[in-house]
């Protein structure tokens, strides 16, 4: 996508996902800057250069990112379009369910407590509240009782960006998916394809990733609705790079969620399962580069609260067979392999309990 004389790329984003965005962008022969929306960059005309390629890593206001395109000439990925669709749980919902008809939860979403309770008498009971942004899990309750929808407004409006609430149906399925779906040129027909990695099962408590592992056994029929979901919904979004899609899975039905067009925390484990990572998927697609989503080996994490990790619990840690961590942000990633899920998942869950023993806080620099 960029000009052999302009090898500049923007990460747009903070933090450890974004630098890991940055260094698979730097192994491909680009310059990469990592930066926000704030700092801006050089405008058209001022002599400074401006970066071909501006990746958004993080969900971000559209207005100024289209301010942020027209202004510089920088080519954007995500499209304008592509984020103004995915930021936020409504946008996507009815890009799903009203114009693809991809089965989802059925859901409302609601400007007051008042509507809160129409609606979730309308979806019924028990149903979730969630914030109206994607916020990774935080600031969702299941609701059995009307009485409880107070406390549930409370703490999804204090956690989204825009204050509206989402209230959708909630079905004891058996697992969260994760459908790492990528977007690029095929270099055998010179057309957009798509290749779905390995699914991810995913586990959450009280809103929060907790665990992870790769492959999730979903059974044939399972499979074949998940990515039949992936494709149509990474298919109307249009752009290249890599997509998290996020699926309820019960039995061989498959109910859409969610997607991030960007690596994503769960995705992490593809550094100890894939030959090649998120990251790199991602700066392969957005270039237009052959894609290889092979799986080399079963593999499972565990996200750990960073402050309550020690030197000492760390050590412990990392003498788990086939275990590594990652610190991102306030969280540790803790990735294992095995023979099996069942032994990878053992593993991860050995090495989280471990660090979680530690007393003193481990300053993330020390472990990177």
Request: with cysteine.
């Amino acid at each position: 996508m960029t000009s052999a004389d302009n090898n500049q790329v923007l990460i747009l984003g903070s933090g450890t996902l974004a630098q890991e965005l940055a260094t698979s962008f730097l192994r491909l022969g680009f310059i990469p800057r990592v930066g926000s929306l704030a700092q801006g960059i050089p405008p058209r005309g001022t002599g400074e250069a401006v970066p071909a390629l501006t990746v958004v890593c993080e969900a971000a206001p559209t207005e100024q990112l289209a301010e942020l395109e027209q202004s510089t000439g920088t080519e954007l990925v995500p499209t304008v379009a592509a984020c103004e669709i995915t930021r936020n749980r409504e946008g996507i919902r009815r890009t799903a369910a009203e114009e693809h008809g991809l089965p989802t939860m059925a859901y409302e979403f609601a400007d007051t407590p008042e509507e809160l309770r129409t609606f979730a008498e309308r979806v019924g009971y028990p149903c979730v509240v969630k914030p109206g942004t994607s916020t990774g899990g935080e600031g969702q309750s299941v609701v059995t009782d009307p009485a409880e929808l107070d406390e549930a407004w409370d703490k999804a409006a204090a956690t989204g960006q825009e204050g509206r609430v989402a209230v959708e149906r909630y079905v004891d399925f058996d697992y969260e998916c994760t459908i790492l779906t990528v977007r690029s040129i095929d270099p055998a027909t010179g057309q957009l394809a798509t290749w779905f990695c390995e699914p991810i099962g995913t586990r959450h408590e009280d809103g929060r990733l907790v665990e992870a592992w790769q492959p999730a056994p979903l059974s044939a029929d399972a499979m074949d609705n998940a990515r039949s979901i992936a494709a149509r919904i990474s298919g109307a979004i249009g752009v290249q790079g890599i997509y998290a899609i996020d699926l309820f899975v019960d039995g061989d039905e498959v109910y859409f969620s969610q997607v991030s067009p960007r690596p994503t925390l769960d995705g992490m484990i593809t550094g100890a399962t894939q030959r090649i990572n998120e990251f790199d998927l991602h700066a392969r697609a957005v270039l237009g580069l052959p894609i290889d989503v092979t799986l080399t080996s079963p593999g499972a994490a565990r996200f750990v609260g960073a402050g309550k990790v020690s030197r000492e619990s760390l050590a412990e840690a990392l003498a788990v067979a086939e275990t590594g961590v990652v610190v991102v942000g306030d969280t540790v990633v803790v990735r294992s392999t095995g023979e099996d899920i069942a032994e990878a998942r053992e593993r991860a869950g050995e090495a989280a309990a471990r660090l979680g023993g530690g007393s003193a806080r481990l300053d993330s620099a020390q472990i990177l």
